[in-house]
């Protein structure tokens, strides 16, 4: 039997809207308050869901205490209290929820007790952010 779970975690991070492929003029007009060069920071909530047979053992799809220990040392530790900007993932990409959202997908991809079905990503209560993985057919399927 297979169920779904949703397991959310917070962290707050800073970054900066910015492209080197635009001049500041282009960067303000394109990210406005969010090009500021300081920064600015978010509290984020990300909600992983994942799905997998129920253990008829356990009556779980995943032990809870092993999700977040992965979730401790592959998303908290590595985003928590950071400059996005400053991550190697975001070297050359800039540092959007939607790419965020990607680099975190990434992540619970690896994680192997369980299917990651889709990660949500709320950066503000009217900013929230979806993804499922890669939209490009698999070849074949056609």
């Known amino acids: 039997m297979k169920a779904h779970l949703n397991r959310r975690y917070h962290f707050s991070a800073s970054h900066r809207l910015h492209t080197e492929a ?5 960067n303000y007009a394109v990210f406005g308050k969010c090009n500021n060069p300081h920064g600015h920071g978010h509290n984020y909530t990300v909600q992983v869901t994942l799905s997998g047979q129920v253990d008829p053992s356990t009556g779980m799809v995943c032990n809870l205490a092993e999700l977040d220990a992965f979730a401790q040392t592959n998303l ?9 900007n400053t991550l190697d993932c975001f070297a050359n990409t800039v540092s959007t929820t939607e790419n965020l959202s990607i680099e975190i997908y990434r992540i619970f991809q690896r994680f192997p007790s369980a299917h990651l079905e889709h990660v949500h990503v709320e950066e503000t209560s009217n900013n929230s952010f979806d993804y499922a993985g890669s939209e490009t057919p698999m070849p074949g399927t056609i």
């Open 76 to 84: 908290l530790a590595r985003f928590d209290h950071m400059n996005l």
């Open 22 to 26: 635009y001049d500041a003029a282009k």
